[in-house]
């Protein structure tokens, strides 16, 4: 069964930036987004991407700041994460499915660890 990995969050100051990580075990043919889950909220769409990368989405609060990508010969996504705020801190999941649409409305089929991100004001 293929697994998500998450990598490369950590502490930023408000204003900096980060890029995160996905790392597939395998191949998938599937679009490909990102979550997050601030501590007793409810986990909230950030972006997805479909597998040819031709379709892409992004929830209104990280548009304009948030870029997702991915390198299919690496079996990764990325989502560069610039301009943060405070707002932003959260942990961050890597999720798939097979539609860009159906990730916008939260469902998955596979989900990653998480990799947590927290924005220092």
């Known amino acids: 069964q293929v697994q998500l990995a998450e990598s490369g969050g950590g502490l930023v100051q408000a204003g900096g930036s980060l890029r995160l990580s996905c790392a597939a075990s395998?191949?998938?043919?599937?679009?490909t987004g990102w979550f997050r889950q601030a501590p007793g909220k409810e986990r909230e769409f950030v972006a997805a991407i479909s597998w040819s990368g031709g379709n892409i989405s992004y929830a209104d609060s990280v548009k304009g700041r948030f870029t997702i990508s991915r390198d299919n010969a690496k079996n990764t996504v990325y989502l560069q994460m610039n301009s943060l705020k405070p707002e932003d801190t959260a942990v961050y999941y890597c999720?798939?499915?097979?539609?860009?649409?159906?990730?916008?409305?939260?469902?998955?089929?596979?989900w990653g660890q998480g990799t947590q991100v927290t924005v220092s004001s």
């Open positions: 999720v798939e499915h097979a539609r860009v649409f159906a990730l916008t409305q939260g469902a998955s089929d596979r």
């Open positions: 395998g191949r998938t043919f599937s679009a």
